[in-house]
Nanobody, 121 residues
Framework: QVQLVESGGGLVQAGDSLKLSCAFSGGTFSIYVMGWFRQTPGKEREFVARIGSGGRSIYADSVKGRFAVSRDNAKNTAYLQMNSLKPEDTAVYYC???????????????WGQGTQVTVSS
């Protein structure tokens, strides 16, 4: 079975950077679209970024120019580089996998457990 494990979250100050990792196992990583989402208490999970099996990527407007998604198929790992972090970026960040080049939560088949990112003012 496909399993995803996020890592790299933490507590940082506004303006700092973090790089999240998503380790993939249980399938052929290179054929999957990988997505990143985030969620805060009382809010719906929202799309952040995605990268296709061929490296095509898109971003939510709120993170364009600050975040970058990438993948290393040799390491079965997806990444989310987060720069110029703002307090409003505080959330639990999740990686997800699907066969579709998708942005909706219900279009992703596999999910990690999440990693907390907290950005202080």
């Amino acid at each position: 079975q496909v399993q995803l494990v996020e890592s790299g979250g933490g507590l940082v100050q506004a303006g700092d950077s973090l790089k999240l990792s998503c380790a993939f196992s249980g399938g052929t990583f290179s054929i999957y679209v990988m997505g990143w989402f985030r969620q805060t208490p009382g809010k719906e999970r929202e799309f952040v970024a995605r990268i296709g099996s061929g490296g095509r990527s898109i971003y939510a407007d709120s993170v364009k120019g600050r975040f970058a998604v990438s993948r290393d198929n040799a390491k079965n790992t997806a990444y989310l580089q987060m720069n110029s972090l703002k307090p409003e970026d505080t959330a639990v960040y999740y990686c997800a996998a699907t066969f579709r080049f998708a942005t909706r939560v219900d279009e992703y088949q596999y999910w990690g457990q999440g990693t907390q990112v907290t950005v202080s003012s």
